[in-house]
């Protein structure tokens, strides 16, 4: 069974940088062919897409996101973290990892209870 656990801080301050990691037990994050995800969902919004990093290391993020994210792992450790650089109170949102398969049409199979982030003074 795959357990995702993210982990952070819950309050950053406006214009630092947000970096949350995600844990993974069970699994690991470099076996084929798994996209392993950051989502999140603003207080009374939808869910939004931030980005992945795949089990071969390559990232891909969203378009509207892409200038202040970065996503990278650490195979050792079997972690991959998310850092949202600049951050505004509309950044304030319960981010999830979660994990995608690639030959499922990248459909989420798995996901983290998820960790709420205030971005507040």
């Known amino acids: 069974q795959v357990q995702l656990q993210e982990s952070g801080p819950g309050l950053v301050k406006p214009s630092q940088t947000l970096s949350l990691t995600c844990t993974v037990s069970?699994?690991?994050?470099?076996?084929?062919?798994?996209?392993w995800s950051w989502i999140r969902q603003p207080p009374g919004k939808g869910l939004e897409w931030i980005g992945y990093?795949?089990?071969?290391?390559?990232?891909y993020y969203s378009p509207s996101l892409k200038s202040r994210t970065s996503i990278s792992r650490d195979t050792s450790k079997n972690q991959f973290t998310l850092q949202l650089s600049s951050v505004t109170p509309e950044d304030t949102a319960v981010y999830y990892c979660?994990?995608?398969?690639?030959?499922?049409?990248?459909?989420?199979?798995?996901w983290g209870q998820g960790t709420q982030v205030t971005v507040s003074s």
């Open positions: 990093i795949a089990y071969s290391g390559s990232t």
């Open positions: 069970g699994g690991s994050i470099t076996t084929n062919y798994y996209y």
């Open positions: 979660a994990r995608a398969d690639g030959r499922r049409g990248n459909e989420y199979d798995y």
